[in-house]
């Protein structure tokens, strides 16, 4: 019992001795980073800079608001056709997809409206014919003393009332698109612009009228023809009251649509709505949009990022992600890595921050290294070294 207790005693005293000398061994540590005016030096190797990710400055892409929007057929190329006569139609001269010239027939219609109106302007040829006969013959006989001066006044005013009848029948005439010969009552519904027929509301043996062209009430009435320039679109927007700061009438737009998800396409703001929609707080905003080769279609629904003015974002702004830039005193600051474990502390003019990217207009080239993850530690370690 006594030898047992006398080993114990040994093994503690052992390890007591043991312990003292392990304390006294000076544990080995990695030098400190040093700041040095406005940088970080790290030591080689040093463990902290395994906590740090740096990535290349890029030079600005210029999409800076996303939006969505509705493609509809552009109003400056597009007529919707209506007759301005009543008839039934008897042919049709067009069909969807097909393009034609201005003045091309579209449909035949038969009329009694517009036979009527040949009837009318071949009566105000004859009684003009007339009219000036009457007008001569008493200008001669008053001349011959023969014809009182007022019956040459009132052949007179015959005359010029027969003028007048003949010009409207005329005019009206050339409204229908006809001629004084025509003898036949078969009107011919035509173009009034070239394009393509995009839309067709009308079928042979079709009842039809003028008052389909009736503008209050447009849900009713559909046109008979929709003729239009496919390669050019309309774009609505419907912008947010925060995004109107944004966007400007010319600017620049890209285009992009779920049915050619690796197409852009082109286009530019024409104007913006000088209402806000109370409902939606939305302002109307309507682009033009390039579609040169017709893959873009109307009604459809896209994607839309407004790109930034160059004059306004300057040429050397750059984009980097959001995590590199922080703040101090209201003034935004990043690191930049100037070569392997030196970092140099910059203070920079930010511009708008989206999609987790911010834009540097001042103090950042493009290609520059920045720090994006562990700056806040570069931070403590400046801070730490200018307070020392």
Not at 176 to 184: A, I, S
Not at 245 to 267: C, H, K, M, V, Y
Not at 355 to 361: E, N, S
């Amino acid at each position: 019992m006594r030898i047992a207790i006398q080993i114990t005693g040994w093994c503690l005293a052992a390890a007591v001795v043991a312990g003292c000398h392990k304390a006294e061994t000076p544990a080995s540590e990695a030098p400190a980073p040093k700041v040095e005016g406005s940088t970080i030096v790290f030591p080689p190797d040093a463990p902290a800079q395994n906590s740090l990710n740096v990535e290349t400055a890029e030079p600005q892409k210029i999409a800076i608001t996303h939006m969505t929007g509705r493609l509809y057929w552009d109003d400056d190329v597009t007529v919707r056709v209506f007759t301005p006569v009543a008839g039934r139609v008897t042919a049709l001269r067009a069909d969807i997809g097909q393009t034609l010239e201005a003045g091309a027939a579209l449909a035949d219609i038969d009329s009694p409206d517009f036979g009527q109106a040949q009837a009318d302007a071949r009566t105000a040829a004859g009684n003009l014919r007339s009219a000036e006969k009457a007008f001569s013959r008493e200008k001669e006989l008053l001349a011959h003393g023969a014809a009182a001066q007022k019956d040459v006044e009132n052949a007179e005013a015959a005359y010029i009332a027969a003028v007048a009848a003949r010009d409207s029948s005329r005019a009206k005439l050339a409204l229908y698109g006809g001629g004084e010969n025509g003898t036949n009552e078969i009107y011919a519904l035509r173009s009034p612009m070239s394009g393509m027929v995009v839309e067709r509301n009308i079928n042979p043996g079709q009842e039809v009228r003028a008052d389909q062209m009736l503008a209050n009430a447009p849900n009713l009435f559909a046109p008979l023809f929709v003729v239009t320039d496919p390669s050019k679109l309309w774009l609505q927007l419907d912008v947010a009251e925060t995004d109107l700061s944004e966007i400007q009438p010319g600017q620049r737009l890209r285009i992009f649509s779920r049915a050619f998800p690796n197409a852009a396409f082109d286009g530019f703001i024409v104007n913006i709505g000088a209402e806000m929609d109370p409902g939606t707080r939305t302002v109307r905003v309507r682009a033009a949009v390039n579609n040169t080769h017709l893959l873009l279609k109307a009604e459809m629904y896209v994607l839309v990022d407004a790109l930034a003015d160059p004059p306004q974002a300057g040429d050397g702004a750059v984009e980097i992600p959001a995590t590199a830039v922080f703040k101090r005193d209201n003034q935004s600051y990043l690191f930049v890595e100037r070569s392997p474990g030196q970092y140099q502390r910059l203070a920079v003019k930010t511009g708008p921050e989206q999609d987790g990217k911010a834009l540097i207009l001042e103090g950042v080239s493009a290609g520059e290294k920045v720090v994006t993850d562990g700056c806040l530690l570069l931070e403590a370690l400046f801070e730490a070294g200018n307070q020392s």
